[in-house]
């Protein structure tokens, strides 16, 4: 997740939700991508330190574990740098060029000059902070698929380019087994070509129901109609009360339809099936006013924001904390992606050592 600061309700439904489920069931990594963030906003840098501590605060408020899983912030493993270059390397510049989002972004986003190498290769530095985890899967929304595609190829390139070639004598365990599956026994004195050094990702789509904005466009910070999972109930309620809703009900005894509505779109997401049955009866027959509707919604919203709110206050009051938790992140990761380099040189017969040219010395 990129470093913007502050999160709203759309990036709890859209990812952190699920990501909250995850924790439990695969050994997730998790970062905030403070170098990502400079590919659109390279020109202010001032607040990026203090947008990446209000992203993690808000994780831990809606449920990320520390004790589940591995939180950290992409610039102190600056592993993911060195795997980006040589990745860049090897990848064609027309598939960068085919990323939908790439053209997509540059059209949409005028007032910034996106026509830098840094955005152009971001995909590239993805495919890095994915691969140098050896992910098998990567939650993601449909507008990402593309990029896990890539991910894909890239990977499926390097492991075609450097093989990963080992004496049978030197095989691991794992190596073994691996080749014994493959070649059907392994023999004495002789040279395999073992696992690829990436496994190839695959995206893990998450359903997203739609979750609009108070002007009933998607939820955006850039519209000014989000919602913020820091937003005490007041404004919460405040928020509600100027939503936009089923432009048919006009007067209150026009009948309106939830499904037409974003308020309903609310509903459906944050109320019980109990709430949602007397908006469903109330609105299409005009039996209810709109207002008195918004505060049912209000009333589910608040029920998941409070919890959420007292547990990031713990952790707002002593920042120290949180920080704490992104530096043992970062060091988890940093030996991750460290044993991941160490592989990635050995297959590129690039290394870190000096090693003496053999022969005699002069
Ligand atoms: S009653 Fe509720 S669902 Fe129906 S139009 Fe009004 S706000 Fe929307």
Redesign the pocket.
Known sequence: MRSTGKLHLGNYVGALQNWVRMQDEYDCFFFIADWHALTTDYADTSRVKENSIEVLLDWLAAGLDPAKCVMFIQSHVPAHAELHLLLSMITPLGWLERVPTYKEQKENIKEKDLGTYGFLGYPVLQSADILIYKADVVPVGEDQVAHVELTREIARRFNLLYPKTVESEKLTPAQRAWCTAKYGQVLVNTVYVVEPVFPEPQSLLTPTPKLPGTDGRKMSKSYGNAIMLTDPEPVVRQKLKTMV??PA?IRRSDP?N?DL?P??DLHKIFSSAETMAK?NE??RSAG?G?IE??GWAADGLVKILNPMQARRQKYADNPRLAWDILEAGSARARDVAGATMNEVRDAMNISLEYEPPKGPAQ
């Open positions: 809703t089923d009900r309106g939830p509505c308020v309903g908006v109330g609105c209810i709109c509707c918004k």
